[in-house]
């Protein structure tokens, strides 16, 4: 019984990064059409900046609120990142596919190269905070304290993303930009507006899976945001391409089908999750949910 | 008011309008007619500025608008009604009607909007999609008088719908009408274009092949169905 709770809590810790990063990324998607394979960087910015910050800027450090600084001054590089990738990169080839592709991909590879020039390839040590490391007994299994800030800070993201699409103005026009964009431009608002909110806000998640996830892994590296990304992919994919409950559900199912499947047999929990987008695929092509917001 | 020039459209290779001129006055309702395919709802589309490959020019009062942009083109009054009527799943009716901004100076008040069409009121919390297919035409209709616009373009509002609310959807033209709103519409159903319009433009491969106003049209009946192929 313990080990199934430990299992699931870290499951749900799994899930609560896949969804960090996937929040974003189906928004993206959802409202600009654009695959935005950068969006790891945004993830690396986070982490990073972090770990920078805990080191450097005055007032922060590892532990209590000199690491809650350390970790708003990585999620607001990562927003600043991701707007500005945006503005600059993105804006001028909407409705671009390809060069969207080219560009992002590219900018993805030189965020790797940067980060490697700056601070080396090699891991380094991400700052966790005493409260992290210590041990809550839940249902008999002893749990890691980094599990539970993981979905407390998933959850929160999640609610407030709810709040902001269902009751704010701007909301209001990404979620219906979302499920038809020309309809929204043909009712006299400048949608594409919304579209660099939209990157920050994803950008800001990611940042805040990168911060978290240092704690969870307890080192960070410059390829760290690549790998998570794949899954964030896999989840918007699953969840319904746009649909930030679609990738809550979808990140769900993956973080506890890799747990579980990781105990039983080690190593098979990522084909498995391969298994599950190919099944979802076939079966529900337009994901969970499909291409909505809010449902 | 709404001047169209010289308007060529093509879908890939295939031309599907060719040197279309047209005008509509202040306050007139004016509608297209034709066949399916005659090029009808891909020249509203162009007048909206929602169809890429186009030539020719579209003026609104006076000013050059073929370079605008869609939201531009939305800001400077056209209201812009769908014949697939546009409707939101995520979306509640009230949120239908609060999503557009004010783009004209007479735009109606959601009391207005409410005694025109009941329903809306009634299902104001339902999904926009749940409602009926004779509702969603009414939420597309109120959405834009809603805005205020001053020139509705709209793409077949009764397909579909009963004689009943074909009716309704009539007096709800005749109103804006009275109320100097300027209307482009297209129409299968030419006994409904009589009774709401003051003109109306024959379209046929993609060219105006003739103008008919209400008086022409019951003398020259045969010579349109036979155009409609009806």
Same mark, same amino acid.
């Given at each position: ?42 993830? *690396? ?31 607001? #590089? ?73 979905? !407390? ?17 701007? !909301? ?92 039983? *047999? ?5 084909? #498995? ?23 | ?230």
């Amino acid at each position: 019984m313990s080990t199934v709770v430990l299992l699931t809590l870290t499951g749900l810790g799994l899930a609560a990064l896949y969804f960090l990063v996937a929040s974003g990324l189906a928004l993206v998607f959802g409202l600009a059409d654009v695959l935005n394979f950068a969006h790891g960087l945004f993830l *690396s910015v986070g982490a990073y900046g972090t770990w920078w910050a805990s080191g450097n800027l005055p007032g922060a450090g590892a532990s209590g609120w000199g690491f809650v600084l350390a970790v708003i001054f990585g999620v607001v #590089c990562g927003t600043v990142v991701a707007a500005l990738v945006e503005l600059v990169l993105i804006r001028p080839l909407y409705s671009r596919t390809i060069e969207q592709v080219l560009v992002t991909v590219g900018l993805s590879l030189a965020g790797v190269a940067l980060l490697q020039a700056s601070w080396g390839a090699d891991p380094r040590t991400y700052p966790r905070p005493q409260w992290t490391q210590e041990l809550t007994e839940v249902a008999g299994a002893r749990v890691p304290n980094d599990r539970f800030l993981l979905i !407390g800070a998933a959850v929160i993201v999640l609610a407030g993303l709810l709040a902001f699409l269902k009751f704010t103005r701007i !909301g209001l026009v990404i979620r219906a930009g979302v499920e038809d964009r020309s309809m929204v431009t043909a009712l006299g608002i400048d949608v594409r507006r919304a579209f660099t909110l939209v990157f920050a806000i994803g950008g800001a998640a990611a940042a805040l899976a990168g911060a978290l996830g240092g704690v969870y892994a307890g080192s960070i590296s410059p390829t760290g945001g690549s790998s998570l990304l794949i899954f964030g992919f896999i989840v918007v994919v699953i969840g319904g391409m746009g649909s930030v409950v679609g990738a809550a559900y979808a990140a769900v199912a993956v973080g506890l089908l890799q747990q579980f499947v990781n105990y039983t *047999s080690p190593g098979l929990g990522d084909i #498995c999750v391969v298994a599950l987008l190919a099944i979802v695929l076939l079966i529900r092509p337009q994901g969970i949910t499909g291409k909505v917001a809010t449902s | 008011m709404l001047r169209i020039e010289g308007l060529s459209a093509w879908h890939g290779e295939a031309q599907v309008l060719r040197d279309v001129d047209l005008f509509v006055e202040r306050g007139e309702v004016v509608t297209l007619c034709g066949r399916n395919g005659a090029g009808k709802t891909t020249l509203l589309r162009c007048v909206m500025g929602l169809h890429g490959n186009q030539t020719g020019a579209v003026h609104l009062d006076g000013d050059d608008i073929t370079a605008r942009k869609v939201h531009q083109r939305a800001r400077r009054g056209l209201g812009w009604v769908p014949d697939d009527r546009g409707a939101y799943a995520t979306l509640t009716v009230a949120e239908h009607l609060t999503l557009p901004p004010v783009v004209g100076p007479a735009p109606w008040s959601l009391e207005q909007v409410h005694e025109a069409f009941p329903a809306l009121y009634t299902r104001r919390a339902s999904p926009a999609t749940k409602l009926s297919g004779g509702e969603q035409q009414m939420l597309a209709l109120a959405r834009v008088l809603r805005m205020g616009a001053t020139v509705l373009l709209c793409d077949e509002p009764t397909e579909g719908l009963s004689p009943l609310l074909v009716q309704q959807v009539g007096e709800i033209l005749r109103r804006a009408k009275a109320l100097g709103v300027t209307v482009l519409l297209v129409e299968q159903n030419i006994h409904f274009a009589t009774t709401v319009a003051d003109r109306h433009y024959l379209l046929a491969e993609g060219r105006i092949v003739g103008h008919f106003d209400n008086t022409d049209i019951h003398s020259r009946e045969a010579d349109l169905l036979a155009h409609l192929g009806i």
